[in-house]
């Protein structure tokens, strides 16, 4: 009998990843459980017709359902718009469904043995965790010409405060940055909140001796929220939370056997994110759930749509795409919805999915790309249809 649940949204996209979407549901997903979901197309050529708006409804169904899995989308540029004959250069779809749900990106590397990190003492994956608003990705900058006096001015309903940034001599340059309160406190519940729900530590890394109250202000308000809404829950599950430097955190990371979530600034986690996913091996192993302060998931691959692979497919030729990270995408969604309702029987299909996945590739079968990074006799490489084939016989067995 085939396990039963609520619904959840469900995003399908673009490429090869659609293309891996349909088989992965064929094949590993629709003959155990009665799949159950609200279906948007978020393919390009759907958004286009739609104005884009089939995004904003997806976004409103992951904030109605609770819970959504999403394929990789193409964020349109100019020479998408020729290929596909777009209206409008449409916005990342990633970046609406982010600001739609006020939303903090959690990455984190799927990891087997067969797969050893540039880090020889990662045992653990580590979840890494980018504040997505403000500071330099919001900034104001100008160049300055010549000699004159650079001033920082705000004007408020008390007011103006004005303080000298630097008297010019000659040419430079300058950058007004900001970041708000209430955004520092949603991220800062999401990390506290995702920390608890994986039952690891939390860091917190800035340069607060430097900026003091810059960087100051985000360590203040983690500290805050910690005290008063979360210090309690993390001593009852064992778990802490620290903050420290920036320059230590990157140190004691390095050095670390894995096993926590690591929240950066904006900057820090854009360059850090690709620091450990590419430490950890591939992309095409890191998965990436978008959580909300009001407890709203949706989990994705990290990677794209792999283009490169969709053109050859397109030729008629046999890929050898990766699914795993997409496929963790459909079984951390589905973990998420037997948690939040209770039911055990789709928690425990999500956790012998993943198992099957993992004991595949252990089991030496695996795709071109793990293949690459591999060593050992026995390993065989498949193209993606007999990967996910050799999963569902793990599956049934
Ligand atoms: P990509 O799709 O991640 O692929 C880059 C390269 O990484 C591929 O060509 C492939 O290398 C390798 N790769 C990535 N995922 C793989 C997998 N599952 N299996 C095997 N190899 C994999 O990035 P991109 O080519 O820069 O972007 C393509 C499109 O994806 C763009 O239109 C972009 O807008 C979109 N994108 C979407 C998201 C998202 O929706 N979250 C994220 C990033 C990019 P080889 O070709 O060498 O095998
Ligand atoms: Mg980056």
Known sequence: MKI????????????????????????????FVELNTEYYDLGLPHRDETGDKVTVEAAEAIRRLHVGVKCATITPNAQRME?????????????????ALDGTVFRTP?????????????????????????????????????????????????????????????????????????????????????ALGRGEDLWFSAKDTISKVYDG??????????????????????????YTLIDDAVARVIRSEGGFVWATKNYDGDVMSDMISTAFGSLAMMTSVLVSPEGNYEYEAAHGTVTRHYYRHLKGEK?????????????????????????????????????????????????????????????RRADTEGFLRAIRMKLEA
């Not at 490429?15 to 349909?22: D, F, G, Q, V």
């Not at 290929?83 to 600001?99: D, G, M, Q």
């Not at 303080?163 to 430079?172: D, R, V």
Request: aromatic fraction near 10%; proline fraction near 4%; glycine fraction near 8%.
């Open 4 to 31: 039963k649940m609520n619904p959840i949204a469900e995003l399908d996209g673009d490429e090869m990843t659609r293309i891996l979407w349909r088989q992965i549901k064929e094949t590993l997903l629709e003959p």
């Open 217 to 242: 202000n985000f360590r203040e308000i983690f500290q805050r929220i910690y005290e008063t809404e979360y210090r309690a829950a993390f001593e009852e599950k064992g778990i802490s939370y620290f």
């Open 110 to 194: 799927i990891v087997t043995s067969r797969i050893k990190p540039y880090v020889r003492g990662w045992v653990k994956p580590i979840t890494i965790a980018r504040h997505a608003y403000g500071d330099i990705y919001k900034a104001v900058e100008m160049k300055v010409p010549g000699p004159g006096k650079a001033e920082l001015v705000f004007t408020g309903e008390g007011g103006e405060q004005r303080q000298e940034i630097f008297t010019f001599k000659g040419s430079g340059i300058l950058q007004g940055i900001h970041n708000r309160d209430d955004s520092i406190e949603s991220f800062a519940r999401a990390c506290f909140g995702y």
């Open 319 to 379: 890929t050898s795409t990766n699914p795993v990270a997409t496929i963790f995408a459909w079984s951390g969604a589905l973990r998420k919805r037997g948690e939040l309702d209770g039911n055990e029987a789709l928690a425990a299909f999500a956790d012998k999915l993943e198992k099957a996945v993992l004991d595949t590739i252990e089991g030496g079968v695996m795709t071109a790309d793990l293949a690459a990074l591999c060593q050992g006799e026995d390993v």
């Open 83 to 99: 290929e596909y004959k777009l209206h409008s250069l449409w916005k990342s779809p990633n970046a609406t469904i982010r600001a």
